[in-house]
T-cell receptor
Framework: LAKTTQPISMDSYEGQEVNITCSHN???????ITWYQQFPSQGPRFIIQGYKTKVKNEVASLFIPADRKSSTLSLPRVSLSDTAVYYC?????????????FGTGTQLKVEL | NAGVTQTPKFQVLKTGQSMTLQCAQDMNHNSMYWYRQDPGMGLRLIYYSASEGTTDKGEVPNGYNVSRLNKREFSLRLESAAPSQTSVYFC????????????FGSGTRLTVV
């Protein structure tokens, strides 16, 4: 399983764009990159997933360079409610018995 | 849809007691997982079940057993609880044909005294 490295914490203010970068140097050809969000006392929630280039949904964008050794989660115009821990995971397929490994994640704190 | 349902939400056990954490999903997912999360840490995989009838150890299986009762249900049993098992336990499920990853339950907060 490819190991990921991401910042322990980040601070931002409401209305700003936040970019969280994850390093995964040993990513395998079949691996996808998936980001989860976790609020206190809740289970993680899927945010976005990608394989290469750029993926965008109503919540976030995911940028993946050609070498796929890193990825950047972009949250546009964050609000206080985006304060959470964000996990970057790398694994083949989307689950289905594959053991996705969660690191310690990035604690994002959004202030007024 | 309820998604992934875990019971109980909270539990206090005395050292040496046993208990079973229940998990059920209504999304017809093939795979189910049990994770534990200690304060300030990420999730660690305890056991998983790739499909009905199969189970495999994860990163931290010692002190736990699991049962994949049917496609919907995956239970986690602590035979003799220890204070080191104080944690929040999350159940998750996934479908290999689904591109949206894991769906997690809301967790069981377990304290062993």
């Amino acid at each position: 399983l490819a190991k990921t490295t991401q910042p322990i914490s980040m601070d931002s203010y409401e209305g700003q764009e936040v970019n969280i970068t994850c390093s995964h140097n040993n990513i395998a050809t079949n691996d996808y990159i998936t980001w989860y969000q976790q609020f206190p006392s809740q289970g993680p929630r899927f945010i976005i997933q990608g394989y290469k280039t750029k993926v965008k949904n109503e919540v976030a964008s995911l940028f993946i360079p050609a070498d796929r050794k890193s990825s950047t989660l972009s949250l546009p115009r964050v609000s206080l409610s985006d304060t959470a821990v964000y996990y970057c995971l790398v694994g083949s397929s989307t689950g289905g018995g594959n053991k996705l490994t969660f690191g310690t994640g990035t604690q994002l704190k959004v202030e007024l | 849809n309820a998604g992934v349902t875990q019971t109980p939400k909270f539990q206090v056990l005395k050292t040496g007691q046993s208990m079973t954490l229940q998990c059920a999903q209504d999304m017809n997912h093939n795979s189910m997982y049990w994770y534990r999360q200690d304060p300030g840490m990420g999730l660690r995989l305890i056991y998983y079940s790739a499909s009905e009838g199969t189970t495999d150890k994860g990163e931290v299986p010692n002190g736990y057993n699991v049962s994949r009762l049917n496609k919907r249900e995956f239970s986690l049993r602590l035979e003799s609880a220890a204070p080191s098992q104080t944690s929040v336990y999350f159940c998750a499920s996934s479908d290999s044909g689904n591109s949206y990853g894991y769906t997690f339950g809301s967790g069981t907060r377990l304290t062993v005294v």
